[in-house]
């Protein structure tokens, strides 16, 4: 009857679903408590140009300092809140803290057009007052400009609901916010869906850039990525450059624009004016000329 019942995905007396199920809500709790003791804090990690070495911005990665666990990465909690509605609180959270963060360094004298991405959930895409939210943070920090705003939206993400998406981010972009489709390349999409998400940046997921070295296929497929971005007019940015020599066939493709552990790890925000300040890309990438012009 048990086993049965396990086949069953729609069993609920199941006992292990049943622990899983306690588990899970144990956990989500814990976020909400989390969230409510103000234990998430946003890391930062920089998005450079690699041949001129100019800092174009910082991608906002949410961490929970748990007073026991110590620090931990989205993987352990983000997952478990997708289709919660606590995801749409934690989203929240994040938006002000980067608009507060952005509007902070604007007063240490960060640069006007620094440009802080945040990433954004499903549910909270589709949350029907986050536009309305977002215009009020404008409002709330008048010195923070739209454009100093990206959000990433998933490309899986995007897949699932092309028109409205499509809709969401030419009226965010009519705010002066700029989106990007994240993780680009692992949700099988096709030219048509590209050319219908009028998203400014393509974010080339890290698989493809690991591989780079030792696997030809993903050279190519890089390449061909590339040639669509520039026949649709979008820009790229390559996420997972871990080593220099990454960087240096990147380069070679004609990629500039990256962000990885090669350049910087997510770091906390009191540090990154002073990395902004002071940071060079390796001499390999300096001086790399395969480039013509940026
Ligand atoms: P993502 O947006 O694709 O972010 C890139 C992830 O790759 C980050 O992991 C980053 O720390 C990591 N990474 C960056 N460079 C390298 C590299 O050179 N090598 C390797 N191996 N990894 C690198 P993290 O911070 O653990 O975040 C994982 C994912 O969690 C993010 O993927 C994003 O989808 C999600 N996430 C992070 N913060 C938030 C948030 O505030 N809200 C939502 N909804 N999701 C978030
Ligand atoms: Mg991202
Ligand atoms: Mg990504
Ligand atoms: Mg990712």
Redesign the pocket.
């Known amino acids: 009857q048990a086993k049965q019942a396990g086949k069953n995905r729609y069993a609920v007396f199941d006992p292990d679903n049943d622990s899983m199920t306690r588990r899970k809500l144990e956990k989500i709790e814990a976020i909400r408590q989390g969230l409510l003791q103000q234990q998430f804090v946003?890391?930062y990690?920089p998005k450079v140009n690699m041949h001129t070495g100019h800092v174009s911005g910082a991608?906002?990665?949410?961490?929970w300092q748990h007073p026991q666990k110590g620090l931990l990465?989205?993987?352990y909690f983000?997952p478990v809140i997708?289709q919660h509605h606590l995801?749409v609180a934690?989203?929240n959270w994040?938006l002000e803290s980067a608009f507060r963060q952005l509007d902070q360094w604007i007063e240490v004298g960060l640069p006007k057009d620094f440009v802080v991405s945040?990433?954004?959930?499903?549910v909270?895409l589709h949350d029907p007052s986050f536009k309305e939210y977002l215009v009020e943070l404008l409002k709330r920090y008048p010195r923070v400009s739209a454009n100093q705003l990206e959000l990433?939206i998933?490309e899986t993400g995007a897949i699932d609901d092309i028109s409205y998406v499509s809709g969401l981010i030419l009226e965010l972009q009519s705010y002066g916010f700029t989106c990007s489709l994240?993780?680009f390349g692992t949700g099988y999409s096709s030219l048509t869906f590209l050319k219908n998400i009028p998203a400014r940046t393509i974010?080339i997921?890290?698989s493809f850039?690991?591989t780079l070295p030792h696997d030809p296929e993903h050279f190519m497929i890089i390449n061909s990525i590339l040639g669509l971005a520039k026949s649709l007019n979008r820009q790229v940015i390559a996420?997972?450059?871990?080593n220099i020599l990454?960087g240096e066939l990147l380069l070679e493709l004609g990629f500039t624009a990256a962000?990885?552990?090669?350049?910087a790890?997510?770091m906390p925000a009191e540090v990154l004016p002073d990395w902004v300040a002071t940071w060079q890309p390796p001499q390999a990438w300096k001086s790399c000329t395969a480039l013509s012009v940026d």
Do not use: T, W
């Not at 991608?59 to 961490?63: C, K, N, S, V, W």
């Not at 945040?118 to 499903?122: A, T, Y």
């Open positions: 946003l890391y990690q991608e906002a990665l949410i961490r990465l989205p993987g983000i997708e995801s934690i989203g994040v945040v990433n954004i959930g499903v909270q990433e998933l994240d993780d974010k997921d890290q850039i690991r996420e997972g450059v871990e990454h962000q990885g552990y090669a350049i790890k997510p």
